[in-house]
């Protein structure tokens, strides 16, 4: 059974600070992983989805790796700033089963502080 | 871009009642739909695949009696939690497949069963 985990749960740092967040997965039979962010009370929005074929996805400060051999990826921001306070989920979508299913790890809860 | 609306955000009921929770793909056709339940502080565990035209496919350990699923249009599925009980207080949460890897999701219900 694919199950993801999120380390740190929580997370506080300065603003202006550079950060990484860190998702792993037990299996590597993975079509894709895709990383959210998710505001308090709100649904999620797509930050990045790499295929897994692929090693890295950037988008503006954001750029995500991911290592299916060791079952990991991270999430690196640039200059981080307090409109980045989210909490951020990487879920995976395991082969073999149905369309589009995921697996959600718990989050990393950011805080950003002017 | 691709846009799913989910209405009601926030609903209060008192127990025994049951709630009607409507995802809606608002520029696109979406033949499956999925929805989820998150608890605070956790991530987001699927409860259902909603299938237009055909019954839903619900996870393991999901009431398929207690959780009623409808996806009559390519645009619209119900999500009607029945006789709910506190415990049935929870976020949830779809989603909408367009293709390709992408999922877009709703903004969320907040249910709280008095």
């Known amino acids: 059974k694919q199950e993801v985990t999120q380390i740190p749960a929580a997370l506080s740092v300065p603003e202006g600070e550079n950060l990484v967040l860190n998702c792993s997965f037990t299996?590597?039979?993975?079509?894709?992983l895709q990383w959210f962010r998710q505001d308090p009370g709100k649904g999620l929005t797509s930050l990045l989805l790499?295929?897994?074929?692929?090693r890295e996805q950037t988008s503006g400060r954001l750029n995500a790796s991911l290592d299916k051999s060791s079952g990991r990826s991270t999430l690196y921001i640039a200059a981080s700033q307090p409109g980045d306070s989210a909490t951020y989920l990487c879920?995976?979508?395991?082969?073999?089963?149905?369309?589009?299913?995921?697996?959600f790890g718990q989050g990393t809860r950011l805080t950003i502080n002017p | 871009g691709a846009v799913v609306s989910q209405h009601p955000s926030r609903v209060i009921c008192k127990s025994g009642t049951s709630v009607k929770i409507e995802c809606r793909s608002l520029?696109?056709?979406?033949?499956?739909m999925f929805w989820y339940r998150q608890f605070p502080k956790q991530s987001l565990m699927l409860m259902a695949t909603?299938?237009?035209?055909?019954?839903?496919?619900?996870e393991q350990g999901v009431e398929k009696d207690k959780f009623l699923i409808n996806h009559a249009s390519l645009t619209l599925s119900t999500l009607t939690v029945t006789s709910a009980h506190p415990e049935d207080s929870s976020f949830y949460i779809c989603?909408?497949?367009?293709?390709?890897?992408?999922?877009?999701f709703g903004s969320g219900t907040q249910l709280s069963v008095l």
């Open positions: 909603s299938n237009e035209g055909s019954k839903a496919t619900y």
């Open positions: 790499i295929q897994s074929s692929q």
């Open positions: 989603s909408a497949n367009l293709g390709q890897g992408k999922l877009f």
């Open positions: 299996d590597s039979a993975i079509y894709n």
């Open positions: 520029d696109f056709q979406a033949t499956t």
């Open positions: 879920a995976v979508r395991p082969t073999g089963q149905g369309a589009q299913k995921l697996v």
